[in-house]
């Protein structure tokens, strides 16, 4: 028994060395503005949703971000809503900073993604509301990354 304890520590060991955080490049979590309020019969109307996305660059030079797109997947409705659930919107133009992070350090990296929202004249109807899960793709020097928001962006329609 003594003979196995040796072997077993040792892998118990190496088992623990190998899960610590990996000396690479990783986006480790991700949020957006949880609303935003369309306002009385707007058509269309553009406004910017913010989010926000951790990075940790665990390399020895520094990762240089290259692009950002979203994607907008409707996840919920509520009463009169243009889309079903399941429609998807691809944004362009997204917008983001810092373009770099630095070898051994995590960075913010401030996404801004142009959206739009349509809305009936207040009091017209009943209000309304999608819940879209955000999803984005982070095309940098080490690699290409996709990860989801962790919260949804509801739009509430008047």
């Known amino acids: 028994m003594r003979h196995l304890i040796g072997p077993m520590a040792a892998v118990i060991c190496l088992a623990a060395a190998c899960s610590s955080a990996s000396p690479g490049f ?7 503005d949880p609303t935003y309020f369309c306002p009385g019969g707007a058509k269309d109307a553009p406004y910017d949703l913010h989010a926000t996305i951790s990075a940790h660059n665990g390399t020895g030079s520094a990762v240089t971000i290259r692009s950002v ?34 070898p051994g350090s995590t960075a913010a990296l401030k996404v801004t993604i142009p959206s739009a929202c349509t809305s009936d004249k207040y009091g017209g109807t009943t209000s309304s509301y999608g819940d879209y899960q955000v999803t984005m793709h982070v095309t940098t020097s080490a690699g290409v990354f996709t990860i989801a928001a962790a919260n949804q962006h509801e739009i509430i329609a008047a």
């Open 69 to 102: 797109t979203a994607e907008m997947t409707l996840a919920a409705v509520k009463g009169d809503w243009l889309e079903k659930a399941g429609s998807r919107y691809e944004a362009s133009s997204v917008t983001f900073t810092p373009a770099t992070v630095a």
């Open 26 to 32: 990783a986006l480790t979590g991700a949020s957006v």
